[in-house]
């Protein structure tokens, strides 16, 4: 059946930054939390072009936002930090993402780091997770939780609401599918225009009249389900896959490689036609994922290298073994050749020289623990 693209991109996108405010930052949103608690609403602070909404909110810390097109800023108190948590961490919100996309959230990130003075270097950036969404007007479609074929373990939750989470009941229609965790994989099949009606977001109905309107196309009728019906299948990525997986850090990481990430995603979760094929690996795509899966290759093909950090680090770990093992074989000949042994005798001397070698490594000044540790850091092929 038809169904149209209403929009795709992403959806949410959360950086954290291993550094302390500076005290002149942490004065001012001191005593602005402190005016947010007495007047019982934010308190706006100026930072050049930049205007910052203080929230009352936070206890051992500051939480704030650049409004709807900016992020959710958490600043920890320097001088109250909780152990082993960032310093700041940066939502960027889905309407910014929706409207400028990474570009425009890479410059809102860095032109706010300049107004508040904070002092910064990439290294310190950690992404944190990464949500893209897509939106289909299909009216024919409803979500069935036995259509998802997610790896084992993978727990799947079916809801009828936009913020209920439990099963749904008999008789009730189906609104919504979820899969998978935050922190690693998720992927969320939900009514979205029930969520725009209930939240009354219509910013997203503005969004999707202008796709409807670039192609010929009506306007939607939100009171008219049978022709507004919009669902959304929103892939969301989190620290086990963008950090641990896919070795993503900073922007150019997310740049250069988000589209491996999210395209290795879409293989690891599927939602199928069902058949009466036992084995679920072999159900044919369903068509709605299928353009799912061709919009996340076409909308990030230029955020994508196709190559895993991970295959990279062993091509050039093995790589250095083979070179390492071909300079001990050659020491070795010399070794042979210098002490007058034959060549049918070359594999009982190197047999016999291990416990010389080992003697010697035993003698050196420096542990063999503090050598191993500089040649790791040295080298730094580990996964």
């Known amino acids: 059946m038809d169904a149209q693209i209403l929009h795709s991109g992403f959806d ?14 942490r004065a001012e949103l001191v ?28 206890a051992r ?15 920890q108190d320097p001088e109250d ?4 948590n960032p310093g700041i961490t940066v939502d960027f919100r889905a309407f910014g993402l929706a409207t400028s996309g990474l570009e425009g959230a890479e410059q809102h990130f860095r032109a706010c780091m300049v107004a508040f003075g904070i002092p910064y270097v990439e290294t310190q950036l950690r992404v944190a997770r990464a949500d893209f969404a897509v939106d289909f007007l299909a009216p024919w ?6 259509c998802l074929v997610v790896p084992p373990g993978t727990k799947v939750t079916e809801y009828t609401g936009v913020d209920e989470t439990a099963t749904v009941s008999s008789g009730a229609r189906v609104t919504g ?9 998720q992927i969320a099949i939900y009514d979205k225009r029930a969520e725009v009606i209930q939240s009354n977001k219509l910013g997203w109905l503005t969004i999707w009249n202008a796709a409807s309107t670039a192609i010929g196309k009506p306007p939607l009728d939100l009171t008219d389900r049978n022709t507004s019906q919009v669902w959304r299948f929103e892939l969301r990525l989190g620290s086990k896959q963008l950090r641990n997986r896919f070795e993503l850090r900073n922007w150019q990481d997310i740049r250069s490689t988000i589209g491996d990430a999210f395209t290795d995603a879409t293989k690891r979760i599927r939602y199928c036609e069902p058949t009466h094929d036992r084995n679920r690996a072999r159900w044919p795509t369903h068509d709605l994922w ?23 680090i062993q091509a050039n770990r093995a790589a250095k073994m083979r070179e390492l093992d071909a300079q001990i074989c050659g020491l070795f000949v010399s070794r042979a050749a210098i002490s007058g042994v034959s060549s049918a005798e ?21 542990s063999l623990e503090e050598r191993l540790a500089k040649a790791q850091n040295r080298y730094r092929l580990a996964d």
């Open 12 to 25: 949410g996108l959360k950086f954290t930054i291993q550094t302390d405010i500076p005290p002149a930052l």
């Open 31 to 58: 005593a602005a939390k402190d005016l947010a608690k007495k007047t019982h609403s934010d308190c706006i602070v100026d930072f050049g072009p930049i205007k910052l909404s203080v929230t009352n909110k936070g």
């Open 61 to 75: 810390g500051f939480t704030a936002h650049t409004g709807d097109h900016g992020g959710v800023w958490l600043f």
């Open 81 to 84: 930090r909780i152990p082993n």
């Open 141 to 146: 479609f409803e979500p069935n939780r036995d």
């Open 177 to 185: 599918l979820r899969a998978g965790a935050v922190a690693n994989r």
């Open 290 to 312: 299928r353009l799912f899966e061709a919009v996340i290759g076409n909308d990030l093909r230029h955020n994508c290298c196709g190559v895993l950090p991970s295959d990279v």
């Open 346 to 366: 070359f594999s009982d001397f190197m047999e016999s020289h291990v416990e010389a070698l080992l003697r010697t490594v035993e003698e050196h000044p420096a």
